[in-house]
């Protein structure tokens, strides 16, 4: 599968501006190809406020990150948000040390750190409630497990569905590309 096409199955939400950012696995022969891949689609969405990056290399598969960079900065500049990072070690907005700090954190660790849920766009009382309740005793689940208001999580759950089947109709049928599916922000 192409990485334009895992970006459309997996990032379409973020594409359309309607969330921070979103995770995918991606199955990468060479390292330096997939660098090469990853700076021709930031040539193409940069200038949506869009960047792609490489959060951890795993053997064969590089785990990869599509994010908006002002609604990044927006998610750590808000205080309640900057108070849960600052305990394990982010300090400030700045998207690029935030980026730099989950790495590494990813690095330390087999497991996902649980503050990837703000990365991508979870509410912090949904990342807070997985965290004490240790993944378990959720109010439903799907992108994420919903711990706060079940009734808002699944309309979002519904509307990042749709953009989803939307894109993937758009993009497979060749009625628009990758850069004409990112909004720009």
Not at 8 to 29: N, Q, R, W
Not at 129 to 138: A, D, L, V
Not at 143 to 148: E, G, P, V
Request: aromatic share 8%.
């Amino acid at each position: 599968m192409s990485i334009e096409r895992s970006l459309i199955e997996h990032c379409s939400p973020t594409l359309a501006s309607l969330k921070v950012g979103s995770l995918f696995s991606f199955l990468s022969p060479a390292c330096s190809e997939l660098h090469e891949q990853i700076d021709a689609i930031n040539g193409q969405l940069r200038g949506k406020g869009l960047t792609l990056m490489m959060a951890r290399p795993m053997g064969e598969r590089a785990l990869c990150y599509l994010y908006r960079t002002s609604q990044l900065e927006q998610m750590l500049s808000d205080p309640q948000n900057a108070a849960f990072l600052r305990p394990l070690g982010y300090d400030g907005a700045d998207a690029g040390c935030a980026l730099e700090r989950l790495c590494a954190r990813l690095r330390e660790s087999e497991d996902f750190p649980h503050e990837i849920g703000l990365f991508l766009g979870y509410p912090l009382g949904d990342v807070i409630g997985f965290i004490e309740n240790k993944g378990r005793n959720c109010l439903c689940c799907g992108c994420w497990k919903a711990y706060t208001d079940a009734c808002a999580a699944r309309r979002l759950f519904d509307r990042f569905a749709k953009c989803t089947t939307v894109y993937k109709r758009l993009y497979l049928s060749g009625e628009r590309t990758l850069s004409q599916l990112a909004v720009s922000a």
